[in-house]
């Protein structure tokens, strides 16, 4: 497997007028050609900083990202991008949103429709395709959000706690379709989440960042194939790797799994 995004010794300092703000002091990880990575860590640790300098969307004080081989400076166009509110635009339709990137980047739309109907489909959301954003429930609007990041085929798909709004039985919804989504088109995943289960249940490494300002406190593989079901959360290997997780959280201490691979 190709490395497709490589974060190496990335920190950021946020100058607020005379103060500074070290919201990432020291991040480095690689996720490989079609691994998902889910990054968990406490409330205003920095997570939302590290995927926007992924995006291209704000700039990284030291270090440096390479996604395809190139050092990211800017936003790109094989990276889609999801965020906790959908930021749908209420005034075109589900349709029209989905195509939006396609507009924009001046890509053929015919065959891009083809595409969208089918992501549509994939989601479950056929026969909604003239809706408007405030005719949809949430679950509805984060599969239209999801639509729109993959509808010009990224390699990369960068989500920001797309779930956390949603009550926890779409919730569960969203993360079986997630799944489904990624067994048929396989992307590179950065998933950022302060839910451990969601991490574990999703992803294929999972990083642990600590407290602000953060660095990356362990790097775990997460030992289910794929395709999965929502009967992995029943097994007791799910549940030991995930309390092992809330107790490095917790504790902030670093990994004893980590100290012993390093010994
Ligand atoms: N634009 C900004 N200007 C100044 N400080 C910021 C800015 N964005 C985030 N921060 C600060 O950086 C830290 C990390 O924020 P963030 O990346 O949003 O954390 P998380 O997503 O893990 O909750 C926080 O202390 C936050 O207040
Ligand atoms: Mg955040």
């Known amino acids: 497997m190709a490395t497709n995004i490589a974060v190496e010794n990335v920190r950021k300092v946020y100058q607020t007028g005379k103060d500074e703000v070290e919201a990432v002091s020291n991040v480095s990880f690689t996720a490989e050609e079609g691994e ?24 990284i004080t030291s270090g440096r990202i390479i ?66 954003p405030h005719q949809l429930s949430g679950g509805m609007r984060q599969r239209v959000a999801i639509c729109r990041a993959l509808v010009t085929d990224p ?38 989440t302060h839910s451990i289960r969601e991490a574990v249940y999703l992803a294929d490494r999972v990083l642990v960042m600590t407290r602000r300002p953060a660095t990356v ?24 790797i995930c309390a092992y997780l809330r107790n490095l959280i917790e504790k902030r201490e670093d990994s004893p799994r980590r100290q012993a691979r390093a010994a």
């Open 36 to 59: 998902f990575v889910a990054i968990l860590g406490p409330s205003g640790c920095g997570k939302s900083t590290l995927l926007m300098m992924c995006a291209g969307l704000e700039t």
């Open 67 to 132: 996604m395809d081989g190139q050092p990211v400076t800017e936003p790109r166009a094989h990276v889609g991008i999801m965020f906790q509110d959908s930021t749908l635009l209420p005034w075109k339709t589900v349709m029209e949103n989905i195509l939006f990137p396609v507009k924009v980047q001046k890509r053929p739309m015919a065959e891009h429709k083809e595409r969208a109907r089918e992501l549509i489909h994939m989601v479950g959301l056929s026969g909604f395709e003239e809706k408007k």
């Open 155 to 192: 390699d990369i798909l960068l989500m920001d706690e797309p779930f956390s709004a949603l009550d926890a039985m779409t919730r569960d919804e969203m993360n079986d379709a997630l799944l489904d989504i990624w067994d048929r088109y396989r992307k590179t995943g950065l998933f950022v």
């Open 217 to 240: 406190v362990e790097d775990l593989r997460i030992p289910f194939g794929r395709p999965r079901d929502r009967s992995i959360g029943e097994k007791a290997e799910f549940n030991e």
